[in-house]
């Protein structure tokens, strides 16, 4: 059987990865798509201690949680689209007319 | 399974305000243009009935869906502060929207959306319900910060606000799993227990302690998490900055705290070092960055950082572990107090911006208030008094607010923090002072063109008129508020 610290240790690296994606990429899908890791990296964590604890709550809120990514993903998206009509660029750095 | 119904009673505000967004989401395409108002009218008339509601049942704490959300006197003082906020900003986008020319029905719908995640999140006893709040109220917000969408301003502001907002729920979220993790339960009880058992050296709670703490600290905006505010704020439809400032700030500081204080209350002489740096650097940033800024928006925006700094120092009276039940109360009653005081005069401040760009100045740079005082006599005495209050002059709401915070932290023994917060506030009179100074001391500038009169509408004065008379009436008479507070504070075990 895996031991619930692989899980936690995959869920971390997760974790991180979406964190440096957010603060190091400047295209804004790919920074849409770190955040999203960051969800799923809590969602790892939920679901292995879910499991773990044999307590179904933490797969309840995972559940929550991929509703909620969708929607956000949804909203995301569609700010990219009108940024995108307005500056035709989907560069984060290049959105700097108020300052940083 | 079936739902009972005593549940479903206890949450009709929260029930009418999101059926309320539906149906005007769902009215709005077949509703003709020129009649969009009747959408606003409704929106209010729907806060006037939950207000009445929540008035009726302030006394009573009850729980409902097993303990997953909280009705007690606490959430519903908050819940009566958002009730007022909200309805100030659509009487206030009624002017506003139709001057910008974005007076659409699905506007109003969002606001209740918002609001109604930020009911939530004032009366969840759980986290994922804190969560779920929290994300109702953000995504209303990202897409309302975008709402001028044929400017470029706004457009950023919904980005960045979007991409940083994020980015502090997914911190907030993985906090929460770790926190599932270690009491295997998401309750607020079941984690306060948890932490009652492990003792205040477990990693794991401290990490995740920690990640809730940037989680909240993004949405009440302090330093070193407050770089989206200034932009957010600017870029926005001024009336979206006034309810982002007011009502989602004073709904995160309410979920903040009862995070903070009942689950996590047991580990508090871990985070009250942390709260107290934070403080004192957000106070420091928020009045100091302030003075530089040329535009209002901007500078409201770092004074309501400054005031999120003041508003912390009941939170750090709260979290004293060496206090005693009262003063940790007092310290926690000063914080809500605070928060309506802000209410009123931030909003106001906000609103006078709105109404100048109305009268056809474009009212954003400090230096277009030139002179205001011999051009608009009533619009200038009103930013007068809502900036005194915001510099905390008496008799003004904002001296009261101030006067409460200090009092709590020189009871708690916290005479150096209050000096310190003194000593900025008399920093931030400077630039509080300065708009009032070019409005008044300065002759208006003939080229600039001058306005010949403003264009009221009734729902403008009526918002005007009740944000002047909350910070004049709050500042002469604040006792029933304060009565209101003291009675509605979290019960310290």
Not at chain 1, 11 to 24: E, K, N, P, Q, Y
Not at chain 1, 73 to 84: K, M, Q, S, T
Not at chain 2, 85 to 112: D, F, K, N, P
Request: neutral net charge; aromatic residues 10%.
């Amino acid at each position: 059987m895996v031991p619930l610290s692989a899980y936690v240790a995959v869920s971390a690296v997760l974790f991180v990865t979406g964190l440096i994606g957010v603060l190091i990429r400047r295209n804004f899908i790919i920074v849409l798509m770190a955040i999203e890791i960051m969800l799923n990296a809590a969602n790892v964590n939920l679901v292995a201690f879910s499991h773990y604890l044999e307590s179904m709550t933490g797969q309840i809120v995972a559940l929550f949680v991929i509703a909620i990514a969708a929607g956000e993903a949804a909203v995301g998206l569609a700010i990219i689209i009108v940024v995108f009509r307005g500056k035709i660029s989907t560069n984060v750095d290049e959105i700097n007319l108020l300052k940083w | 399974m079936t739902l009972p119904l005593g549940d479903l009673v206890a949450i009709i505000p929260e029930l009418i305000v999101a059926t309320v967004a539906c149906l005007v989401l769902v009215l709005d395409p077949i509703t003709p243009p020129s009649r969009t108002h009747w959408l606003a009218w409704l929106s209010v008339a729907s806060l006037v009935a939950c207000f009445g509601i929540t008035v009726s049942r302030m006394d009573a704490t009850v729980t409902a869906f097993s303990d997953l959300m909280i009705l007690d006197p606490y959430a519903g003082y908050w819940k009566l502060l958002l009730y007022v906020v909200t309805a100030l900003t659509i009487l206030l986008s009624l002017a506003y929207l139709r001057v910008e020319r974005i007076h659409l029905g699905e506007y109003y719908g969002l606001i209740l959306l918002s609001l109604a995640g930020m009911m939530i999140m004032v009366s969840a006893a759980d986290l994922l319900v804190i969560y779920l709040g929290t994300e109702l109220m953000s995504l209303s917000l990202y897409v309302l910060a975008g709402f001028k969408r044929f400017e470029v301003r706004s457009l950023e502001a919904s980005a960045k606000y979007f991409v940083l907002g994020s980015f502090s729920s997914g911190i907030l979220l993985y906090g929460i799993s770790l926190l599932f993790g270690v009491a295997g339960s998401t309750r607020l009880s079941a984690i306060a227990a948890a932490v009652g058992t492990h003792g205040l050296d477990d990693p794991a709670l401290l990490f995740a302690m920690i990640l809730l703490v940037v989680g909240f600290g993004f949405k009440i905006a302090v330093v070193p998490f407050h770089m989206w505010t200034p932009d957010v704020y600017e870029g926005s439809p001024t009336s979206v900055t006034a309810f982002m400032a007011v009502a989602s700030k004073a709904a995160s500081f309410a979920a903040f705290l009862r995070v903070f204080l009942e689950g996590l209350g047991g580990l508090r002489e871990k985070w009250y070092a942390l709260f107290l740096v934070i403080c004192v650097a957000t106070l420091i940033l928020g009045n100091v960055v302030a003075i530089v800024q040329t535009n209002i928006k901007r500078m409201l925006a770092y004074s309501s950082i400054a005031h999120a700094g003041y508003a912390l120092i009941g939170v750090v009276v709260a979290g004293q572990a060496a206090a005693d039940n009262e003063t940790r109360a007092l310290g926690l009653s000063s914080v809500m107090l605070y928060l309506a005081m802000y209410a009123f005069m931030t909003f106001g401040a906000f609103a006078v911006v709105a109404l100048l760009r109305k009268g056809g100045l474009e009212g954003e740079e400090i230096e277009d208030f030139t002179g205001l005082a011999k051009r608009q006599p009533l619009a200038a005495l009103l930013m007068l008094v809502f900036m005194v209050s915001l510099a905390g002059i008496p008799p003004t709401a904002g001296f009261i607010g101030k006067l409460y915070v200090f009092m709590a932290a020189v009871n708690a023994g916290l005479t150096w923090l209050a000096v310190v917060a003194v000593l900025l506030t008399a920093v931030s009179a400077y630039y509080y002072l300065r708009v009032v100074m070019v409005m008044y001391m300065r002759e208006p500038d003939p080229s600039a063109g001058l306005v010949s009169r403003l264009t009221t509408s009734p729902a403008l004065t009526l918002v005007l008129a009740s944000a002047f008379a909350g910070v004049i009436l709050l500042g002469l008479f604040p006792d029933p508020l304060v009565s209101i507070t003291t009675s509605a504070v979290l019960p310290f075990k």
